[in-house]
């Protein structure tokens, strides 16, 4: 007759570790010798689980087990049941998601014959090592580039062979720890160091800083919207965020949808956290007390303003400069204002 399932232990990345093929009901599951699937998880009873078909349908009945049965999100106790599949057993109705269960600290999946497959996914297309090393190596030129540009704009040239050198040295010992850490945690949960991958990562996240400190503060000035370079802070944890996502991809594979809250949580929380420290630093939401790049006139794409015009629009002020002239001072200038 063929199988009637297949039972899949599933290790931490979901990976099949070990595949039973179901011959018979009742399907008995625990440490026993005497079980059809045998689990040496010492939080398993000895008799933990056993699944058979009866007029319902095919149904999970738990055991004497401390610690139960967890069916997707219900959790089963001792001596309760449930239905898996509705109906006679042995029937194929149409398709179906196999049926994920935790026994102590072990994932089970079973599979019916009745239950679709996924579709077939195609193979990467096979390219020589130059042609997938050809794309890694043009953005980690591009990064020194931009980074020894940054150096040249803000370093005398005297101090610049210096400082460029002591650049390169600072970004090539912070991305081997870095992503060694990373390529660490990778082997000890998924026995896959992936240091390729999190070299990626940090190259491409790198990048992406480098021009969310260029690319907003340009159109501020371009387009006179002062928000942009004050708020660019957002993009920077925005980036950070999407970094440590695909670093923790690595390293918890299986769990892509937590992974993705945990790393929405982390920049909620940065983005919070730093506009708090910024209104009781500065009294304001953003980090710029004023706009102060300056890029070529030739940039300057909105209209400027007549002096008068200028002038009048800071009358305004005038309420909230003398407000503040009569707070008390704080600080070390306190007693000198005093």
Same mark, same amino acid.
């Given at each position: 007759?063929?199988?009637?399932?297949?039972?899949?232990?599933?290790?931490?990345?979901?990976?099949?570790?070990?595949?039973?093929?179901?011959?018979?009901?009742?399907?008995?599951?625990?440490?026993?010798?005497?079980?059809?699937?045998?689990?040496?998880?010492?939080?398993?009873?000895?008799?933990?689980?056993?699944?058979?078909?009866?007029?319902?349908?095919?149904? !999970? +009945? &738990? =055991?004497? $087990? #401390?610690?139960?049965? %967890? @069916?997707?999100?219900?959790? /089963?106790?001792?001596?309760?049941?449930?239905?898996?599949?509705?109906?006679?057993?042995?029937?194929?109705?149409?398709?179906?998601?196999?049926?994920? !269960? +935790? &026994? =102590?600290? $072990? #994932?089970?999946?079973? %599979? @019916?014959?009745?239950?679709? /497959?996924?579709?077939?996914?195609?193979?990467?297309?096979?390219?020589?090592?130059?042609?997938?090393?050809?794309?890694?190596?043009?953005?980690?030129? !591009?990064? &020194?580039?931009?980074?020894?540009?940054?150096?040249? @704009?803000?370093?005398?040239?005297?101090?610049?062979?210096?400082?460029?050198?002591?650049?390169?040295?600072?970004?090539?010992?912070?991305?081997?720890?870095?992503?060694?850490?990373?390529?660490?945690?990778?082997?000890?949960?998924?026995?896959?160091?992936?240091?390729?991958?999190?070299?990626?990562?940090?190259?491409?996240?790198?990048?992406?800083?480098?021009?969310?400190?260029?690319?907003?503060?340009?159109?501020?000035?371009?387009?006179?919207?002062?928000?942009?370079?004050?708020?660019?802070?957002?993009?920077?944890?925005?980036?950070?965020?999407?970094?440590?996502?695909?670093?923790?991809?690595?390293?918890?594979?299986?769990?892509?949808?937590?992974?993705?809250?945990?790393?929405?949580?982390?920049?909620?929380?940065?983005?919070?956290?730093?506009?708090?420290?910024?209104?009781?630093?500065?009294?304001?939401?953003?980090?710029?007390?004023?706009?102060?790049?300056?890029?070529?006139?030739?940039?300057?794409?909105?209209?400027?303003?007549?002096?008068?015009?200028?002038?009048?629009?800071?009358?305004?002020?005038?309420?909230?400069?003398?407000?503040?002239?009569?707070?008390?001072?704080?600080?070390?200038?306190?007693?000198?204002?005093?």
């Amino acid at each position: 007759m063929g199988a009637l399932g297949l039972l899949e232990v599933l290790d931490r990345d979901g990976q099949v570790r070990q595949a039973v093929a179901v011959t018979h009901w009742p399907l008995r599951v625990g440490r026993a010798l005497d079980n059809d699937v045998v689990l040496s998880d010492p939080h398993v009873a000895a008799e933990h689980l056993s699944i058979a078909p009866d007029e319902r349908g095919l149904v !999970l +009945t &738990v =055991g004497a $087990t #401390r610690n139960g049965v %967890r @069916l997707g999100a219900r959790k /089963l106790r001792a001596g309760d049941d449930a239905t898996l599949r509705a109906g006679d057993a042995t029937a194929l109705p149409a398709g179906g998601e196999p049926i994920t !269960l +935790t &026994v =102590g600290q $072990t #994932r089970l999946r079973l %599979r @019916l014959p009745d239950h679709t /497959l996924a579709p077939e996914l195609a193979l990467a297309p096979s390219a020589s090592f130059a042609r997938r090393l050809g794309p890694f190596v043009g953005a980690a030129l !591009l990064l &020194v580039a931009g980074l020894l540009f940054k150096v040249y @704009l803000d370093t005398d040239p005297d101090a610049l062979a210096r400082a460029a050198g002591a650049m390169l040295l600072t970004t090539l010992v912070g991305a081997a720890v870095w992503c060694g850490a990373w390529a660490l945690l990778s082997k000890t949960f998924t026995r896959q160091a992936r240091f390729g991958w999190h070299l990626r990562v940090f190259v491409l996240a790198s990048l992406a800083l480098l021009a969310n400190s260029a690319v907003p503060a340009l159109l501020a000035f371009a387009l006179s919207w002062p928000w942009l370079s004050d708020f660019a802070f957002v993009g920077d944890i925005a980036i950070a965020a999407a970094a440590l996502y695909f670093h923790l991809l690595a390293v918890e594979p299986a769990h892509p949808r937590g992974l993705r809250w945990v790393a929405v949580t982390c920049a909620l929380l940065g983005v919070a956290l730093t506009l708090w420290f910024n209104v009781q630093r500065s009294g304001r939401y953003g980090d710029e007390l004023y706009m102060s790049h300056l890029f070529p006139p030739a940039l300057r794409l909105a209209r400027p303003v007549a002096v008068d015009t200028f002038i009048d629009g800071l009358a305004p002020l005038k309420a909230t400069l003398d407000r503040q002239a009569r707070e008390p001072g704080h600080g070390d200038d306190a007693g000198a204002a005093d």
